[in-house]
């Protein structure tokens, strides 16, 4: 007999973006490990990106249970439509540059949505829920977060119901980058703290996709912490034919400091110096783009060699990793960011495409990187070895021979991350 698991889950389909491909994926690969899984999602949420391909995905046998809930962001939307729709999507310009209505919304995010704005689909989910997993003899209920609201709602149902509780955490709480951008007082800090801490000691097992994050957790609790990673699966886009240019692609968002200013000078000496490499080069961004890292393009001369694609589908995303010369992996540089291991590094290893990555020290994607060999791993000092690395790639590119030769990739594959989740269940 089948193990039922109910997935709690904010991002699902058609939500865009990389929040909604974990869960996606572990719910394709469930039932060939012997458990049925059951999705509760909200009914009409506010999502900041839309990708209705991802429909596709999900199989026409499984349970899923909508219920409403209320957005803040729709609210928001009626004040500052484009501040709303900037914030939702993580993009927070610098603080010297926001202004007034960016800098109240932000303070009202932060203080009054505790532990976030969908705090407010706790009460109706745990009332509703109470009823639905003692009718339908629900083994396991899982949460996965942000918004850690939803690790909430898998809280009240432990202590109420006293059912098994996995709490999967995408992203870490307290320590996560733009978590000191919502202008907190220490009051609030103090209420996400506490929150975080009744969740890490009341989960039965916690769920984390990185080791820096396990560590970090291991300080502030005993109970039994887990790494699985997210991963990539077998994407069938048919045969893609690699762009003519020396192209260097970025998938996913650029945040405001996620602007590695050492890069954008390596490039900008290498179009005026080498003449050839002018002619051939292309930079893609592939998803949102904040002012500030164009700014920062323009700045160093390189804005005739951009294309600004926007925001694509995954499937189209997943062809711009394939047909891309070299694909690009930016971090911010700091101590909170050595957690981040982003889902689009999984699909970028097996493209075959060779990864260029900077980031801080000791990061998990740097080990990731060099224990893969899928690219290079570079600090934001590192003018020189990023330079000559680059040159190295363009030397391979007009001699047709550029590619990655990864090793030991099957591990993280979105089928054997999902037997390790059965294992847990």
């Known amino acids: 007999m089948r193990k039922k698991a109910l997935i709690i889950t904010y991002y699902w389909p058609p939500a865009g973006g990389p929040g909604v491909q974990r869960w996606l994926k572990f719910i394709k690969y469930l039932p060939q490990f012997n458990i049925e899984p059951i999705v509760y999602i909200p009914e009409n949420p506010n999502y900041p990106l839309i990708d209705k391909s991802l429909i596709s995905e ?11 809930i209320k957005e803040p962001y729709k609210l ?28 109240a919304m932000l303070y009202v995010r932060g203080n009054y949505f505790i532990p976030d704005a969908r705090k407010n689909w706790i009460k109706p989910s745990v009332s509703y829920l109470s009823n639905y997993i003692s009718e339908n003899d ?8 942000p918004p ?22 995408r992203d870490p709480w307290t320590t996560i980058g733009y978590h000191k951008q919502l202008k907190l007082t220490k009051k609030a800090q103090q209420k996400h703290k506490i929150l975080e801490k009744q969740v890490l000691n009341t989960a039965d097992q916690i769920i984390v996709t990185s080791s820096v994050t396990k560590k970090e957790f291991e300080s502030i609790t005993k109970k039994p912490i887990e790494v699985i990673t997210n991963g990539y699966d077998y994407e069938s886009v048919g045969k893609v034919e690699l762009d003519s240019k020396f192209s260097i692609a970025h998938i996913g968002s650029l945040l405001s400091k996620r602007n590695p200013e050492i890069l954008w000078e390596v490039l900008s000496d290498l179009t005026q110096i080498d003449e050839g490499f002018a002619k051939d080069f292309q930079l893609n961004f592939v998803g949102a783009v904040s002012k500030d890292v164009l700014n920062s393009i323009k700045k160093y001369n390189l804005s005739d060699y951009i294309d600004n694609v926007g925001y694509v589908s995954h499937n189209q995303s997943i062809i711009y990793q394939k047909k891309s010369q070299v694909l690009l992996l930016i971090e911010i540089d700091s101590e909170e960011t050595k957690c981040i291991i982003p889902g689009k590094l999984f699909e970028y290893m097996v493209s075959n495409r060779p990864i260029l990555a900077l980031g801080p020290k000791d990061s998990d994607v740097e080990k990731i990187i060099k224990e893969t060999n899928t690219g290079n791993y570079f600090y934001y000092n590192d003018y020189e070895s990023l330079k000559s690395t680059i040159l190295n790639h363009y030397k391979a590119f007009k001699n047709k021979t550029l590619q990655s030769h990864g090793i030991g990739l099957q591990k993280y594959s979105r089928k054997s991350l999902t037997e390790a989740l059965s294992k847990l269940i």
Do not use: C, Y
Request: proline letters at 1%; a positive charge.
């Open 58 to 68: 999900v199989s026409d046998s499984l349970t899923i249970i909508k219920k409403p």
């Open 76 to 103: 928001a939307g009626l004040f500052s439509k484009k501040s709303s729709k900037t914030i939702s999507k993580g993009i927070i310009s610098e603080k010297n540059k926001q202004r007034f209505i960016e800098k």
């Open 138 to 145: 629900i083994d396991t209920i899982i949460t996965t977060g």
């Open 148 to 169: 850690h609201s939803l690790h909430l709602i898998g809280m009240q149902l432990k202590e109420k119901l006293e059912v098994r509780w996995l709490a999967d955490f």
